[in-house]
């Protein structure tokens, strides 16, 4: 059972760590600030909460094209933009405080940990390898074919 109470309070916390309202992040604005906030939003509610990316869209009166679009963008700005990181930033401390009642509502399945990575790690290194394999023999049998 989803709790969206838990998701507002989260989302209207997040607006006064942004200092925006939540009619201004749903608004139909294109001011490059509400849009890097509504960004921010977007990504965190996709990428640590886990909402689906039309659900995500509802949230914030936006289809789920634009979501991948914010997704995307974000990602790219993360790094770049100083301003975009302190968002992404009081994003995460707002996640943070909710974090475990969206947890519970939204049955978020538990992070995988470091010798997981590692092992999903070696087992692409080792497709890799299987597959150079392959396009050597399969380059052999034409060669001798030929």
């Not at 139909?28 to 906030?37: A, I, L």
């Not at 921010?40 to 509802?58: D, F, P, Q, S």
């Not at 995460?92 to 509502?105: A, G, M, Q, R, T």
């Not at 087992?123 to 034409?142: A, D, F, H, S």
Request: net charge positive.
């Amino acid at each position: 059972m989803r709790n969206t109470n838990t998701l507002n309070y989260f989302i209207a916390d997040y607006c006064t760590k942004a200092n925006t309202t939540l009619e201004e992040l749903k608004s139909k604005t294109r001011k490059r600030d509400v849009v890097e906030k509504r960004m921010i939003i977007a990504y965190v509610l996709r990428v640590k909460v886990g909402l689906t990316l039309i659900h995500t869209g509802n949230c914030l009166n936006k289809d789920h094209a634009t979501v991948i679009h914010y997704i995307k963008t974000t990602e790219r700005f993360l790094d770049v933009y100083p301003h975009i990181k302190r968002l992404y930033n009081s994003a995460v401390d707002s996640y943070n405080e909710f974090k475990e009642k969206l947890n519970i509502s939204y049955n978020m399945p538990p992070t995988r940990d470091e010798k997981e990575t590692k092992l999903v790690d070696i087992l692409l290194e080792k497709n890799e390898k299987l597959q150079t394999k392959i396009i050597k023999l399969e380059q052999e049998i034409y060669d001798n074919k030929i």
